[in-house]
């Protein structure tokens, strides 16, 4: 007895359960011929031979092959594994030296647990199915999480991290990972595995990069599936060889014509970043159409993995570039804070210098005449004044002495081009410091409006600021005497009649105002 399993892709039978005599025996698979069994598959009928003489009858008959040589019967009986109309197997039974064992009854009997058979061959197929199925689908959960969480690692570990994790999706020789660069219309091999073993890509002639429809052609399997953005699907050698066949089909440096291949698009939308090919060398029909949408989804997630890497990788550079640009940029504001501070630390000694000899001039200024008006109250007194006249004597020097650091301080403070916006801004800033308290509380508001390149103008420093810290502090006072008030400072540039460039100052507050009289 012996059960035969069809397939009809590969146009085979199997023969999983065989005995002859009582024992089992090894009937080796084989490509379907013109034997009882394929007979049967067929013509979906049952075949019955009662006796010898019926059994050398059907097989001399042309292109009968007997394929149990050395084995003979002379009473065989075999029915169909049927599932609807689809011819899944077959159960033959027989008997070596002994005619007419079995009768009509008998094969009806045989078809009846054939009938069971197939239906339990099925649900078995199925159940298998279903459990390769949801093995395959939890494989491709976790490549996603795998995938999700490496999202730092450089593209080429990314691939290798990929097809280390998809042995447990499909049974693979070889496999290939194609990149294509629509910019350049570039394709860059990723990832090849080959022969058992990882290719270096960087020493290999064979798996080089290449332009898309070079030399003209159509291009290969790769180049069909990037313009399609579909699979492609191989079941035999003799099916590939036909396609490469086809006008303007190219065979590459690395094409291999084996048993099987598929290859699949690595899409983003409608954007493909590249192929996913696997092959296997020896065995014709090793893939199905499930293997087939298995490939998809993992080169669904592959595309994603390496779409979210270049963001990340992007994301780095542009957070590297804002970092290189914050630390330039706070380089240039603590300079640019330093000049400030430096402007307003000269502009206060200025500022400070003239003070000090317009208060030095005051001062020291009248001193001459009270040490004159002394002398001459004491000429012509007791003797007892004499030391009295040289100590007069030696405050009147030194005050000259005094009164001439004054006047060369004075002529130090050269005429030159005066940055006006730079003085207003720095007296306005010290204001909003030292009155910001006022400020805060809404007593006091200032308003500038200085406009920006104003005119230099040609005059002294020190003076100029002077004159306008005090007019700008005698507004603020003024508006402290009314508690509130505002201060507004507007310059700009202006044009008189002649032709003439000049800067017009309006410094305006509430405060009060200094009698007419």
């Known amino acids: 007895m012996y059960i035969a399993i069809y397939d009809e892709a590969a146009d085979s039978v199997r023969f999983p359960f065989a005995c002859w005599k009582g024992k089992p025996v090894n009937i080796p698979t084989r490509t379907a011929g013109k034997g009882l069994t394929e007979e049967i598959i067929r013509t979906k009928k049952s075949i019955f031979l009662p006796t010898e003489h019926a059994n050398k009858e059907w097989f001399a008959q042309a292109e009968r092959t007997n394929y149990m040589s050395g084995q003979t019967w ?132 064979q798996w080089k990069p290449r332009k898309v429809n070079e030399g003209g052609s159509e291009g290969g399997r790769t180049e069909w599936i990037l313009r399609s953005k579909k699979p492609l699907f191989f079941e035999t050698r003799a099916a590939c060889e036909a396609w490469y066949a086809q006008p303007g089909r190219r065979k590459h440096s690395e094409t291999r014509i084996h048993a099987s291949w598929m290859g699949v698009p690595m899409r983003i939308g409608d954007r493909v970043l590249g192929v996913i090919g696997v092959e296997h060398t020896t065995e014709e029909y090793k893939y199905t159409r499930n293997d087939l949408a298995i490939l998809s989804s993992m080169a669904n997630q592959t595309a994603t993995a390496l779409e979210n890497a270049r963001l990340y990788e992007e ?125 805060r509380n809404g007593r006091l508001r200032l308003h500038e409006n200085i406009q920006d390149e104003l005119y230099k103008v040609r005059g002294f420093s020190s003076t100029l600021t002077s004159a306008l810290d005090n007019i700008i502090t005698n507004g603020i006072e003024a508006i402290g005497e009314k508690d509130t008030g505002m201060l507004s400072v507007d310059v700009r540039n202006v044009t008189d009649e002649q032709g003439h460039d000049g800067i017009r100052i309006e410094i305006h507050n509430t405060g009060k105002s200094i009698p007419e009289e």
């Not at 959960?141 to 490496?150: A, D, F, H, P, V």
């Not at 570039?186 to 960087?202: A, K, T």
């Open 315 to 439: 994301n780095q550079k542009a957070r590297d570039e804002l970092e290189i640009r914050v630390a330039q940029r706070t380089s240039e504001l603590q300079e640019a804070n330093r000049k400030i501070a430096d402007a307003q630390e000269l502009l206060t000694r200025e500022m400070l210098a003239a003070d000090f000899v317009h208060r030095m001039n005051n001062l020291a200024g009248t001193i001459p005449i009270w040490v004159g008006m002394i002398r001459e109250t004491i000429a012509g007194s007791e003797p007892s004044y004499d030391n009295i006249l040289i100590y007069l004597q030696q405050i009147d020097h030194e005050t000259s002495e005094l009164l001439r650091a004054a006047e060369h301080l004075q002529q130090s403070n050269v005429s030159k081009d005066v940055d006006l916006a730079a003085i207003l801004k720095s007296i306005l800033r010290q204001i909003r410091v030292q009155y910001r308290k006022e400020i």
């Open 74 to 205: 002379v009473c065989w009986v075999g029915v169909p594994m049927l599932k609807g109309e689809e011819v899944i197997g077959v159960i033959a039974t027989y008997h070596p030296n002994k005619e007419d064992v079995y009768r009509e009854e008998d094969r009806e009997i045989l078809q009846a647990i054939a009938n069971q058979t197939a239906i339990a061959i099925e649900n078995a197929r199925f159940y298998e199915q279903l459990q390769d199925l949801s093995k395959r689908q939890k494989a491709l959960i976790e490549l996603g999480k795998t995938l999700s969480s490496n999202i730092q690692l450089p593209k080429e570990e990314l691939l290798t991290l990929i097809y280390h994790s998809s042995f447990t999706l499909i049974d693979m020789e070889n496999l290939y990972i194609a990149l294509f660069d629509e910019a350049s219309k570039r394709i860059r091999f990723g990832f090849v595995y080959e022969g058992h073993q990882e290719i270096d890509l960087e020493h290999s002639e």
